[in-house]
């Protein structure tokens, strides 16, 4: 089995192991790969590993011995899953692993907004401290969340971890999902989308990118939030307009907004919200503790082994 690994240095930029990979076969890992080199680097294998390398209808036209496709991470739009199942080509994701961590994300965020703890310790090291006329001072307003409402669109595993972790610091969880189950009613309220946006002191997004939700953070809804909202982004960068975000941020309507992804990553220069004195932007790293990137590669080879002994798991193109 010859198993080629297209982009492997964000899952692994050299802290875990390729090496449950080598028993599968004969392996070869590149860390990138431009588009121009993809079918040049598959050649002839049956297995490609790819995590945000596309893989299209010209890519197995170029490489007929493709059997199976693993994809490194949950989304699986870099595949053109359609023109595989043609082909008789499995596709496979990691539907979970990286929850717990991108929970935790979400609240070093929203601590990032209420505390600015990376900011009053530059100043401490500053010597604004050691000069201060008080034993202490803050240079942000500091907020508590106890007794504040937590608005989660997308109840599903992350939405629901985020739900718990708020329920415990004493905030009122509000949740908005097409779906409901029991588990969710246990730990928040579910209401309208409206209600949510009306009532919410903090807006979290945990529902993924469908055309039903991009866009969903727009001027209009904005409008109908509460003056000085907070807005938490760990899902993906297009469900917000974010020049529409930008506006809000400058006119104070929403008080901060702190987003782990935007609608083009890397950031575009230009991004709006990159001017905003009260976002918070971190380069796409919820998902990338070393204990989910370890997930997700021992999930990666277990599908790939299973597809190998003819079982194939977590197949997206069944
Ligand atoms: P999940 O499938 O368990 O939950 C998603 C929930 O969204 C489901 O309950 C679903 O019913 C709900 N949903 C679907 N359409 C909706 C709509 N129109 N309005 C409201 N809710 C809707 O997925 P998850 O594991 O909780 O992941 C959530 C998202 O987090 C993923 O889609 C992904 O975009 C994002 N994510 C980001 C990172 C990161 O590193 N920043 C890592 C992993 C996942």
Same mark, same amino acid.
């Given at each position: ?7 492997? $240095? ?66 699986? #739009? ?5 023109? +595989? ?10 539907? +979970? $692993? ?25 100043? *401490? ?6 000069? #201060? ?5 803050? #240079? ?25 972790? +708020? ?32 009532? !919410?002191?903090?807006? !979290? ?23 000085? *909202?907070?807005?938490?982004?760990? !899902? ?17 309507? *929403? ?23 009260? !976002? ?22 277990? #599908? ?15």
């Amino acid at each position: 089995m010859k198993i080629v690994i297209l982009d492997g $240095y964000t899952e692994n930029p050299g802290d875990l192991s390729w090496e449950e990979f080598e028993k599968l076969g004969e392996v070869m890992v590149y860390d990138r790969t431009p588009a121009e080199k993809i079918a040049e680097r598959i050649q002839d294998a049956h297995a490609v590993i790819t995590n945000k390398t596309p893989i299209s209808a010209e890519v197995f036209d170029a490489c007929p011995s493709i059997r199976y496709v693993g994809v490194l991470a949950t989304g699986y #739009n870099v595949v053109d899953v359609a023109e +595989a199942k043609k082909r008789g080509i499995i596709v496979s994701n990691i539907p +979970a $692993y990286g929850t717990a961590a991108v929970a935790q994300m979400t609240f070093a965020l929203l601590f990032e907004v209420c505390h600015h703890v990376g900011a009053h310790s530059m100043a *401490v090291k500053n010597g604004d401290w050691s000069k #201060n006329a008080d034993w202490c001072f803050w #240079n942000y307003p500091l907020i508590e969340l106890a007794g504040k409402n937590m608005g989660i669109i997308g109840f599903g595993r992350i939405g629901q971890s985020v739900g718990k972790i +708020a329920a415990a610091f004493g905030m009122k969880v509000f949740a908005y999902d097409e779906f409901r189950n029991e588990e969710g009613r246990k730990i928040g309220e579910y209401i309208s989308l409206e209600r949510l946006f009306k009532e !919410s002191d903090v807006i !979290s997004l945990h529902c993924p990118l469908l055309p039903s939700t991009q866009g969903i953070i727009n001027k209009e809804n904005i409008a109908k939030m509460k003056e000085g *909202v907070i807005i938490i982004n760990t !899902s993906r960068g297009p469900l917000i307009i974010e020049k529409d975000l930008a506006e809000a941020l400058r006119s104070k309507k *929403v008080y901060a907004a702190a987003c782990d992804v935007v609608s083009t990553e890397p950031i575009l220069e230009d991004n709006p919200l990159l001017g905003c004195y009260n !976002s918070i932007l971190t380069p796409h790293i919820a998902w990338a503790p070393k204990e989910s990137r370890q997930r997700l590669m021992d999930i990666a080879v277990e #599908n790939t082994e299973a597809f190998i002994a003819g079982k194939p798991v977590n197949v997206v193109n069944p």
